[in-house]
């Protein structure tokens, strides 16, 4: 049997872990800026409620039943029989090879903040040009990758747990720390409210509920299988119902201090920019130019962003991991293997070598393909593998749901979340929003 979570709390913290990552901090705020502002939350609230929680309730709840990975779950079940076992096979494992590949990808943004992190802490100047002019971030990326696979190999209780115990808590520390130093700065509190509570117009745009779901997907881990596999740890399923209710509280949190924090530090800023652009070009730059003050604030903030990365990593790596070892050991280490070329592919395209293919950096060429255009479709093999493939009946009471909300509930995870990622995949694809 695979070990256990020591305590409920360990659960919580680890999923909050996983679930608050460089997505919350550098991906909400200028997602919620550009589609309504504090507006925004209205839409991102429904979608966390009607499509959010149920996903993860329905992900982690059949991880905890079956007991092992969300790969070998889907090829073995025997619902729906006449599906055959090539499709289970491909279905089960189409997510878990888009989170190998995010992971590695995900393990070079990681190693970015920490590089950014030690730059302010020595004092010296640190900025995207200088980070991309030698090869010390493919250190940092090595260190990572090593980190990362070294607390999953210690397992829950020596590892995981410890590493999300100290490092949650810390981040949203931090995160307040860094929201009231912003509204410190001159006219970011005017500024804030000046554009914060203008275009209330966006939430009844169809643009803006896309962006709200997919943010909604991205910020709560759901979709890649990696709260099923988080599930599968869990000594008493009764826990997951209020379990999620905290995870998606504090998920939000985490966005709406992110979002004043950096809306704030971005007003200030005549060229502010947007996502990695912000976070790794313009705010350096600005940090720098408040002196020693601006400096400890960089290093805070670029830690912040490390924590919020590696404990997301973590969730990450023990997914993949445990998805292929369950196959065979060896199949663990091609997993590793194929994690590490994808991260170094990716840390070189932003190095002195410049790897690219088709014109763009590896890692952005990642980015699109499996971070962004693949993403919905893992979300919707999820979904419709954990409410139609895997058995359903009894998966409520399991979770410890309400009987109130047992209708509520088989309806949203089987009839609301899949149509709506099959909406979300449609109107990507049509609309070229990803």
Request: hydrophobic letters at 55%.
């Amino acid at each position: 049997m695979a070990e256990q979570w020591s305590s409920k709390t360990a659960f919580v913290l680890a999923s909050i872990g996983a679930a608050v990552g460089l997505g919350n901090i550098w991906r909400f705020p200028y997602i919620a800026s550009e589609n309504g502002g504090i507006w925004f939350f209205i839409p991102y609230l429904a979608c966390l409620a009607i499509i959010g929680i149920p996903l993860f309730l329905m992900e982690t709840g059949q991880g905890f039943r079956e007991k092992k990975s969300f790969a070998k779950s889907v090829w073995q079940t025997k619902n729906i029989p006449f599906l055959k076992r090539p499709i289970r096979e491909a279905l089960g494992f189409f997510p878990v090879i888009v989170s190998l590949v995010i992971t590695g990808y995900y393990m070079v943004l990681c190693a970015w903040t920490l590089w950014f992190a030690g730059n302010f802490l020595l004092g010296s100047a640190p900025s995207f040009q200088h980070m991309q002019s030698d090869f010390s971030p493919i250190a940092y990326f090595i260190l990572i990758f090593a980190a990362a696979y070294f607390t999953v190999f210690r397992g829950i209780s020596k590892g995981i747990e410890p590493i999300t115990g100290k490092l949650v808590p810390l981040l949203f520390i931090s995160l307040v720390i860094l929201a009231a130093y912003a509204c410190t700065l001159d006219g970011a509190v005017d500024s804030f409210r000046q554009n914060a509570f203008s275009g209330a117009e966006k939430i009844f745009e169809p643009r803006t509920w896309y962006y709200a779901l997919s943010q909604v997907l991205f910020s709560l881990s759901v979709g890649y299988g990696i709260m099923f596999t988080y599930g599968m740890h869990l000594k008493r399923g009764k826990d997951i119902f209020s379990s999620s209710i905290q995870v998606a509280g504090a998920d939000t949190a985490a966005s709406a201090l992110a979002f004043v924090a950096v809306a704030m530090l971005a007003s200030t800023l005549s060229s502010p920019g947007t996502g990695l652009a912000l976070s790794f070009e313009t705010l350096p730059l600005f940090f720098l130019s408040q002196g020693i003050l601006g400096a400890i604030v960089g290093a805070l903030f670029f830690g912040l962003l490390f924590a919020a990365a590696f404990t997301s990593v973590i969730s990450m790596v023990e997914h993949v991991n445990v998805s292929f070892v369950t196959f065979g050991k060896k199949w663990g280490a091609i997993a590793g293997a194929g994690i590490f070329l994808v991260g170094m592919l990716s840390a070189l395209s932003y190095s002195p070598l410049t790897l690219s293919m088709f014109g763009k950096p590896f890692l952005d060429l990642f980015d699109f393909f499996f971070g962004s255009f693949l993403a919905p479709f893992s979300a919707l093999a999820v979904a419709i593998s954990c409410a139609y493939l895997l058995p359903h009946k009894g998966i409520s009471g399991a979770i410890g749901l309400p009987p109130r909300y047992d209708g509520y509930f088989a309806f949203a995870s089987r009839v609301l979340v899949p149509i709506a990622l099959l909406l979300i995949v449609i109107f990507s694809q049509i609309s070229g929003l990803y």
